[in-house]
């Protein structure tokens, strides 16, 4: 008897946090297509320049890598 009811609350609990969550995703404020486009423009222009930027990073001191080990 006792399993039967914890399977209810269970099942009972799981019910409840799908209405909520239904009823929070009512009040999301979605972005407009344009907005969505525009930011992400920004996301991969972000990204391209700090890939570039990080591989720059890389090749110069890469350089000095090999540049110190070929002096020792």
């Given at each position: ?26 009040k999301?404020v ?26 720059g ?16």
């Amino acid at each position: 008897m006792a399993q039967a009811k914890t399977g209810m609350k269970d099942s009972n609990a799981i019910v409840v946090y799908l209405r909520q969550v239904r009823s929070e995703l009512g009040k999301v404020v979605w972005p407009t297509r344009d907005q969505a486009l525009n930011l992400t423009g920004v996301v991969l222009a972000v990204t391209v320049v700090m890939s570039l930027f990080l591989g720059g990073l890389d090749f110069i001191f890469a350089r000095l890598v090999e540049a110190l080990l070929r002096v020792l």
